[in-house]
């Protein structure tokens, strides 16, 4: 298949910008919705080239493919668009600032630390009732305490 030149410096600068990529498996629209310039099947038909030159690897998902660029993928791209060895697709560059999200163990409240949180020990396996651990009925089955035999 014949793809202009600058529809394939467009992927492939894209791919080397990100380090990955994601086509759908459908030749029929008429641009790839994160790339402008190519077609969807341009974008397709270009990925299959280079995971047959082993410089892609490809995962195949609920009709998407996802390309993630290979350490050989890097050197040709690098190569092939003429780039300084400095530039590193986004995927390669390291991240120093610690992600949002997760608390450190004194900020959270008490009742989420899983020391209890004034409930006596309710609801965590201790004692003899319940089904958490060290609890429960013993017996047979997945999980079983441990019957007696």
């Given at each position: 298949m014949f793809i202009p030149?600058?529809?394939?410096?467009?992927?492939?600068?894209?791919?080397?910008?990100?380090?990955?990529?994601?086509?759908k498996k459908d030749p029929k629209p008429a641009t790839h919705p994160h790339i402008e310039g190519p077609t969807n099947l341009e974008v397709l038909m270009l990925m299959k080239s280079l995971q047959s030159r082993g410089f892609v690897r490809i995962t195949f998902s609920w009709q998407?493919?996802?390309?993630?660029?290979?350490?050989?993928?890097?050197?040709?791209?690098?190569s092939y668009l003429a780039l300084p060895a400095e530039i590193v697709p986004a995927t390669h560059k390291k991240v120093s600032v610690r992600p949002e999200g997760r608390d450190r163990e004194e900020d959270r409240p008490a009742y989420d630390r899983g020391d209890g949180g004034g409930r006596g020990g309710f609801g965590?396996?201790?004692?003899?009732?319940?089904f958490g651990r060290g609890g429960g009925r013993g017996g047979f089955g997945r999980g079983g305490g441990g019957g007696d035999m």
């Open positions: 030149k600058e529809n394939r410096i467009a992927v492939y600068s894209y791919l080397f910008q990100e380090g990955v990529l994601v086509v998407y493919n996802y390309c993630y660029l290979t350490d050989e993928g890097i050197e040709y791209l690098r965590r396996g201790g004692g003899r009732g319940g």
